[in-house]
């Protein structure tokens, strides 16, 4: 189960309810967002690579700064070896091993440059895009009816909004040498379905939102107070998790950021009852092992070798019997099921009028 599942849940939402009560919610800013609108079926795409573009940039002016491994390359465990489709055979897995190179190969270039211009922002936000579909992938299951070969399409028009709002995000109070790219928290991001972070600049932990409104509601502040939880422990652990002390949301649409200390939180009486609780729910007496992050600073990342994928293992296959999966090309963010003919019960009869 998520984290974000998780905090959603009736007995926690109440518990961290009580908590955030002193917590004094910012009124949302004039209507000047940097980016309109987004395709419904496509919004939750272009978070992610916003997330993805901001984590790029800021890797190449912090090189010292450690980064986690992209999610994205977990994609490869799910996509299968072969899918049968209307026009032949497939192989999903080959094309994210493709497309990884691609762009494993982009954002090294994009990351040694000491100057950035608007052929190389647009290749990074190109790269970033088709990384997230990747990540989209690993995050939820993999589902054939949903499939098609252009999953990882880049839309030009979705280039220019990721571009636009990377050129409107605040970059120098992100800009840090002892920051953190998506950090992930060993043991316990495991307890709850592999949660990730966004980013730690300075002592601040910042959570990324591209929703239409820059309203800091209960839900962010919810999830934001789980990965503060999830940092204090993981520090436990790890000594190179920097210590917390402020919590933030940054909307790129907006550009807007807002952030308050986290001592209004760890002030609380009921705070450390609260934080032994929430570990006692979410790992249910499990003693799982000490795992440190499997980070590495960026300049080290440059250092190394780039991946490579060798060809597509035989034991990958896809598990659905063969009549499922033809004629199910479909454009995969509808997460739509082919709709099945429906039966004629009986032939209608035409009404015939009468003629003098």
Same mark, same amino acid.
């Given at each position: 189960?998520s984290?974000?599942?998780?905090v959603?849940?009736?007995t926690?939402r109440s518990?961290?309810?009580l908590?955030?009560?002193?917590?004094?919610?910012?009124?949302?800013p004039?209507?000047?967002?940097?980016?309109?609108?987004?395709h419904?079926?496509?919004?939750?795409?272009l978070?992610?690579?916003?997330?993805y573009a901001?984590?790029?940039?800021l890797?190449?002016?912090?090189?010292?700064?450690? /980064?986690?491994?992209? =999610?994205?390359?977990?994609?490869?465990? *799910?996509?299968?070896? &072969?899918l049968? !489709? @209307?026009? $032949?055979?497939?192989?999903?897995?080959e094309l994210?091993?493709?497309?990884l190179?691609?762009a494993?190969?982009?954002?090294?270039?994009?990351?040694?440059?000491?100057?950035?211009?608007?052929?190389?922002?647009?290749?990074?936000?190109?790269?970033?895009?088709?990384?997230?579909?990747?990540?989209?992938?690993?995050r939820a299951?993999?589902?054939?009816?949903?499939?098609?070969?252009?999953?990882?399409?880049?839309?030009p028009? /979705?280039?220019?909004? =990721?571009?636009?709002?990377?050129?409107? *995000?605040?970059?120098? &109070?992100?800009? !840090? @040498?002892? $920051?953190l790219?998506?950090?992930?928290?060993?043991?316990?991001?495991?307890?709850?379905?592999?949660?990730?972070?966004?980013?730690?600049?300075?002592?601040?932990l910042?959570?990324?939102?591209?929703?239409?409104?820059a309203?800091?509601?209960?839900?962010?502040?919810r999830?934001?107070?789980?990965?503060?939880?999830?940092?204090?422990?993981?520090?436990r652990d790890?000594?190179?998790?920097?210590?917390i002390?402020?919590?933030?949301?940054?909307?790129?649409?907006?550009?807007f950021?807002?952030?308050?200390?986290?001592?209004?939180?760890?002030?609380n009486?009921?705070f450390?009852?609260?934080?032994?609780?929430?570990?006692?729910?979410?790992?249910?007496?499990?003693?799982?092992?000490?795992?440190?992050?499997?980070?590495r600073?960026v300049?080290?990342w440059l250092?190394?070798?780039p991946?490579?994928?060798?060809?597509?293992?035989?034991?990958?296959?896809?598990?659905?019997?063969?009549?499922e999966?033809?004629?199910?090309?479909?454009?995969?963010?509808?997460?739509?099921?082919?709709?099945?003919?429906?039966?004629?019960?009986?032939?209608?009869k035409?009404?015939?009028?009468k003629?003098r």
């Amino acid at each position: 189960m998520s984290l974000k599942r998780v905090v959603e849940q009736s007995t926690v939402r109440s518990r961290l309810n009580l908590l955030l009560q002193s917590v004094v919610r910012p009124r949302p800013p004039a209507d000047v967002r940097v980016m309109r609108s987004v395709h419904r079926n496509r919004a939750g795409l272009l978070g992610t690579a916003v997330d993805y573009a901001l984590r790029f940039e800021l890797g190449r002016r912090c090189p010292h700064a450690l /980064e986690e491994r992209w =999610v994205a390359y977990g994609s490869l465990a *799910a996509l299968p070896g &072969e899918l049968i !489709t @209307q026009t $032949g055979s497939s192989s999903p897995w080959e094309l994210g091993a493709r497309i990884l190179q691609d762009a494993e190969r982009v954002i090294r270039a994009y990351r040694r440059l000491t100057t950035v211009g608007a052929k190389d922002l647009q290749a990074m936000a190109e790269a970033a895009l088709s990384v997230s579909a990747l990540d989209l992938v690993c995050r939820a299951p993999f589902n054939s009816y949903t499939w098609n070969e252009d999953f990882a399409r880049v839309d030009p028009r /979705e280039v220019d909004k =990721v571009r636009r709002m990377l050129e409107h *995000a605040p970059l120098d &109070e992100f800009t !840090t @040498q002892g $920051g953190l790219l998506n950090p992930t928290f060993g043991r316990y991001s495991r307890a709850v379905g592999g949660a990730d972070a966004d980013l730690i600049a300075d002592g601040t932990l910042f959570e990324i939102k591209t929703t239409q409104e820059a309203r800091v509601t209960l839900e962010h502040l919810r999830q934001l107070r789980g990965y503060f939880l999830l940092t204090r422990a993981m520090r436990r652990d790890d000594p190179r998790v920097p210590p917390i002390s402020n919590l933030g949301i940054y909307f790129p649409r907006y550009g807007f950021t807002w952030r308050f200390a986290a001592q209004v939180l760890t002030s609380n009486p009921a705070f450390d009852e609260m934080e032994a609780w929430f570990f006692q729910r979410i790992m249910g007496g499990r003693a799982l092992p000490v795992r440190f992050m499997e980070m590495r600073s960026v300049r080290d990342w440059l250092k190394s070798r780039p991946r490579k994928f060798g060809p597509r293992p035989d034991s990958i296959g896809s598990t659905l019997p063969e009549e499922e999966l033809r004629g199910i090309l479909i454009n995969r963010f509808a997460n739509k099921r082919p709709r099945k003919a429906k039966k004629r019960t009986g032939v209608r009869k035409r009404s015939v009028k009468k003629t003098r």
